[in-house]
Every structure is written in C-alpha cells, then in structure tokens.
C-alpha cells in the first residue's frame, strides 16, 4: 500500500489568505486526487492531478479557487484561494493504487476565521 | 448517474452485538468499483475492502464481512461481535471503470453511517 502524507495537518487561517496544502506519497503514482469533506459531511472529488497536465476539476470546482500542483510523480499541492468560513473543511490527498486499489492521506484540517 | 445512499445516518449498538451498514449504489456502467473506508475519530480515511462488479462472493475478514449482490445493486457490511473500538464513521463508495477497466480513482461517496458501540 502507499504512504500518504500531507502539511499541514491542520491550520487556522484569516477570512481572505491562502493555504497550500501538500501532499507526498512514498512511490510514483500517476493519478492523484484532492478530495474535501466538510463537516460532518461526506467526501467530494475536487480534481483529478495528473503529471505533466493541467489538473481535471469537478463541478463546482475552479482552478482559480483551487490551484493544484502536480510537479512530479509522487508529490501535489492544493492552494485554497482567499477563504472564506464556509472553506473549513478536511482536504484529503488520494492515490489510486496497485490491484484497484485506493488510499488517502491523513487530512489537512483547515478552520478560516 | 452514480450515486451511493447510505440511508442509515447513525446507529448505536451495545458491545457484542452484530451490526450491519447498509450501502445501495446506482451506476449505468457494467465494469465498477465498491469501496468501504473506516473514519475514526482521528479523521484519516482507513481501506477496508475493494469490490469489482464482476466479483459477487462475499468476503469475509475477521469480525467484517461483506455481502455484495448486483441484483439489488447493495453492498452490506457487517461487524460480528462489536467492539468500543468499531465506534466509528463508515462511508461506502463506487468508482466508475476507466481505460483497461481500471479503477480510475474518482469515488463517489456516500453520507456516511456513524457507529457507536457502547461498552
């Protein structure tokens, strides 16, 4: 299985800044996945960060809101863009691995004040 | 359109009891994917079980055990023998198949079902 970590793992930030989240895995992977789970809510699909491309975003998700990173095979980084409240969530980093396979970071936490 | 519905918002059981977790799925593909994940009160995600559509037996793991039938398209999860330790968020989820029929990593979830076992 892979080894997902992310930073932070959790943070509190000012209505109008920026967090950058990152997430490291211990192997190359070719798709990762930022997903957000807002409380005590379930897990939605942000985007989808493929390597060497443009990241493919959800619905209701802009990459002017969320810029992703994707610089190499096992690492990504997700900036959520002038917070607001209603951006306090969990972000959670996946890779889909060997055999179907699919696993997720520990979570970013992230409270805007 | 995919869609998960864990219809079973909370449940609440005395330790030693059986419980099961309730998961229907809706899916216009014949090729998909079938999770359970585990969210303690940590807050990370655990992999419990991967399911593909053309793989009906049921599975058993320990205390857990899985009964997949296509004909009512569910996916229950049961917990034989409840422990403190099982209280507990459980999301089941569906991945659509993508190029090769693998798994392409995009899992639609459902709302989650909070188990609390009391001792």
């Known amino acids: 299985s892979a080894v997902i970590s992310q930073k932070p793992s959790r943070d509190i930030c000012q209505r109008g800044t920026s967090l950058t989240i990152q997430c490291q895995v211990d192997?190359?992977?070719?798709?990762m996945f930022w997903y957000r789970q807002q409380p005590g809510q379930s897990l939605t699909l942000i985007a989808t960060?493929?390597?060497?491309?443009?990241?493919?975003?959800e619905s209701g998700f802009v990459i002017d809101k969320f810029p992703i990173s994707r610089p190499n095979l096992t690492f990504s980084t997700l900036t959520v863009s002038n917070m607001s409240p209603e951006d306090s969530s969990i972000y959670l980093c996946s890779v889909a691995g060997g055999v179907n396979e699919q696993f997720f970071g520990p979570g970013t936490r992230l409270t805007v004040l | 359109a995919q869609k998960v519905t864990q219809a079973q918002t909370e449940i609440s059981v005395v330790e030693k009891e059986d419980v099961t977790l309730d998961c229907v799925y809706e899916?216009?593909?014949?090729?998909?994917?079938l999770f359970w994940y585990k969210q303690p009160p940590s807050g990370e995600l655990v992999f419990l079980i991967r399911r593909n559509s053309f793989d009906e037996q049921n599975e058993i793991s320990g205390r857990y055990s899985w009964n997949f039938q296509k004909s009512t398209s569910s996916f229950n999860f049961t917990i034989t023998a409840s422990q403190v330790v099982d209280s507990a968020v459980y999301f089941c989820a569906l991945s659509e198949a993508g190029h090769g029929s693998s798994n392409t990593g995009k899992l639609i979830f459902g709302q989650g079902t909070t188990l609390q076992v009391k001792p």
């Open positions: 899916t216009r593909d014949t090729t998909y994917y």
């Open positions: 192997s190359q992977v070719t798709m």
């Open positions: 960060a493929n390597q060497g491309s443009e990241a493919t975003y």
